[in-house]
Each structure stands twice: as structure tokens, then as C-alpha cells.
């Protein structure tokens, strides 16, 4: 089995549901959709870990990675209750994670690695595990690319090849 399939393997239960689906709609950084900016920050880590043998447990960190940022809705326009819990940027991933939860019943380490990416920001929420710290800082790696318009992907082109081009929107 070559890489890409088992990353796909992994991603196959999330990236098939429809509330992950929907982060389609909504722009991340740039011109970047929120779907596309975690399947990267996602395939990243999971190739880095790959390519470098970092130990961490694969499924566990593409499944965390897929869903780091699964807040479900326009930070550029939060909705009034989501915005009564405090700003985006340091709340986001305990919504993140408690959406994870409900959603797809993650595991403990999954969950650790959604509420610890925005270190350091969020600076009480420090990664302690290997894959906690790989979504961290590739996640950082995306959101530069993305926000200054560098980045090398698109929109179209990652629905293409992890979603079988089947999401339209974005």
C-alpha cells in the first residue's frame, strides 16, 4: 500500500462526512477554504512523520490533523453565541475538539491534538506528544503560505484528488 492510501485510509471516515464537508464553504486563509487547509496541515504531517520516521501514531495524528479546525462555522462572521465564548482565535479548538467528539467519537490523543494546535497562542494549552506538536507547527507552516497567497495547492486541485472532486463549493 502506497502512501497516499494510507493516508486516504485514515481520512476515509471524515472526509466522507457532511459537516466536514460544509468547512468547504468557509474561507480559512487567502482563498483557502477551511476543508482544504486541514486536509494539507493533515497530509503534511502525515507525510512528514512518514518521511522522517517520527514515531507518532499515524491514524491518530491524520485524524487529528482532519480535524483541528472542525469549528463549523465563518470566523470571519461568528455566529453571536459561539462569539459570547471569547475570541476565535484562542476558542476555537475546544470547539473544534467538542464538535470532534460528538461528532466522531475521537480519541484521547486526537483530542489533545485539536485543543493544543494554536500554541502558542494559546499558551496554557501546550502540545505534549509527538503528534500534538507536528499539527502545531504544520499547521503554523499552511496558515503563512496561505495567508500571504503562496501556497501550493488550490481549492479545486485538493477536492480533486482526497475528495474525488466531489465537493463544489469554495
Same mark, same amino acid.
Given at each position: 500500500? $502506497? =502512501? ?8 476515509? %471516515? ?8 460544509? %468547512?468547504? +464553504? ?7 477554504? @477551511?476543508?482544504? &487547509?486541514? =486536509? ?20 491518530? /495524528?491524520?485524524?487529528?490533523?482532519? /480535524? ?7 470566523? &470571519?462572521?461568528?455566529? +453571536? ?9 484562542? $476558542?476555537?479548538?475546544? @470547539?473544534?475538539?467538542? $464538535? ?5 467519537? =475521537? ?21 505534549? $506528544? ?7 507547527? @504544520?499547521?503554523?507552516?499552511? %496558515?503563512? /503560505?496561505?495567508?500571504?497567497? =503562496? ?20
Amino acid at each position: 500500500m $502506497n =502512501i497516499d492510501s494510507v493516508f486516504k485510509s485514515y481520512a476515509r %471516515s471524515i472526509l466522507k462526512d457532511e459537516k466536514m464537508l460544509s %468547512s468547504a +464553504e468557509n474561507i480559512q486563509h487567502g482563498t483557502v477554504s @477551511v476543508l482544504t &487547509h486541514s =486536509i494539507m496541515v493533515a497530509k503534511y504531517a502525515f507525510y512528514l512523520n512518514c518521511i522522517f520516521n517520527l514515531g507518532c501514531d499515524a491514524k491518530a /495524528l491524520v485524524r487529528g490533523a482532519l /480535524l483541528h479546525d472542525f469549528f463549523l462555522y465563518d470566523w &470571519h462572521d461568528i455566529p +453571536e453565541d459561539v462569539a459570547k465564548q471569547g475570541l476565535h482565535g484562542f $476558542n476555537h479548538p475546544m @470547539v473544534a475538539a467538542e $464538535n470532534a467528539r460528538k461528532v466522531f467519537g =475521537i480519541s484521547p490523543k486526537e483530542y489533545s491534538i485539536i485543543v493544543t494546535h494554536m500554541w502558542p497562542l494559546t499558551f496554557t494549552r501546550v502540545p505534549f $506528544n509527538r503528534e500534538g506538536w507536528l499539527v502545531c507547527l @504544520v499547521d503554523k507552516y499552511c %496558515s503563512v /503560505l496561505e495567508t500571504l497567497h =503562496i501556497e501550493p495547492y488550490s481549492n479545486k486541485a485538493v477536492r480533486k484528488k482526497f475528495l474525488d472532486g466531489k465537493v463544489k463549493t469554495a
